[in-house]
Antibody
Framework: EVQLLESGGDLVQPGGSLRLSCAAS????????INWVRQAPGKGLQWVSS????????YYADSVRGRFTISRDNSRNTLYLQMNSLRAEDTAFYYC??????????????WGQGTLVTVSS | EIVLTQSPGTLSMSPGEAVTLSCGAS???????LAWYQQKPGQAPRLLIY???SRATGIPDRFSGSGSGTDFTLTISTLEPEDSAVYYC?????????FGGGTKVEIK
């Protein structure tokens, strides 16, 4: 069974930094792209970033490019999202979501339960 | 960036009725790389449909997807009470892999 467990969500001040982690199990981690998708409370889904199975290719939404960095450690079956220069509009639940294949044109076939990031002074 | 527009915003239907949800794209979605997800309150989303028309594992056959290019549809043939949820489309043909704004389905 695929399991994705996010951690690292917290209350942080505007301009601050935070690193999210996603521990994966139940599948061959390095063979699949992984995504971060966020959802502000009461709002819709917003794709944030994706990384290929090898880690060689990354993708970002314009709203986070240059501030967020996605990475993965395939030896630890763990995905990361380093978030810098945080803004109030980054407040959301952040979901780790497994892609259907290792690279290009992957849909999301499994989701974690999310971790809450709150950016406020 | 491909903008996905879902309609209607909210739908209120009775059990047993057929429901049609629309997802329109601002540009053609390559090779029908469009997925549909269901999200119930307090839960993570769940994959329903991928490749515009392929049902995900374990999804009841009352859910079906169709469409190509810029116009896509999710149909629930016979609405069940447990189908009360928000439904999202997402294109995964080109980055950024955008989501639609969602359609909320309410059960009368």
């Amino acid at each position: 069974e695929v399991q994705l467990l996010e951690s690292g969500g917290d209350l942080v001040q505007p301009g601050g930094s935070l690193r999210l982690s996603c521990a994966a199990s139940g599948f061959s981690f390095g063979g699949y792209a992984i995504n971060w998708v966020r959802q502000a409370p009461g709002k819709g889904l917003q794709w944030v970033s994706s990384i290929s199975g090898s880690g060689a290719t990354t993708y970002y939404a314009d709203s986070v490019r240059g501030r967020f960095t996605i990475s993965r450690d395939n030896s630890r079956n763990t995905l990361y999202l380093q978030m810098n220069s945080l803004r109030a509009e980054d407040t959301a639940f952040y979901y780790c979501a497994k892609g259907s294949r290792g690279y290009s044109n992957f849909y999301i076939d499994s989701w974690g339960q999310g971790t809450l990031v709150t950016v406020s002074s | 960036e491909i903008v996905l527009t879902q309609s209607p915003g909210t739908l209120s239907m009775s059990p047993g009725e057929a429901v049609t949800l629309s997802c329109g794209a601002s540009q053609s979605v390559a090779s029908g790389f469009l997925a549909w997800y269901q999200q119930k309150p307090g839960q993570a989303p769940r994959l329903l449909i991928y490749g515009a028309s392929s049902r995900a594992t374990g999804i009841p056959d009352r859910f079906s997807g169709s469409g190509s290019g810029t116009d896509f549809t999710l149909t629930i043939s016979t609405l069940e009470p447990e189908d009360s949820a928000v439904y999202y489309c997402q294109q995964y043909g080109s980055s950024p892999f955008t989501f639609g704004g969602g359609t909320k389905v309410e059960i009368k």
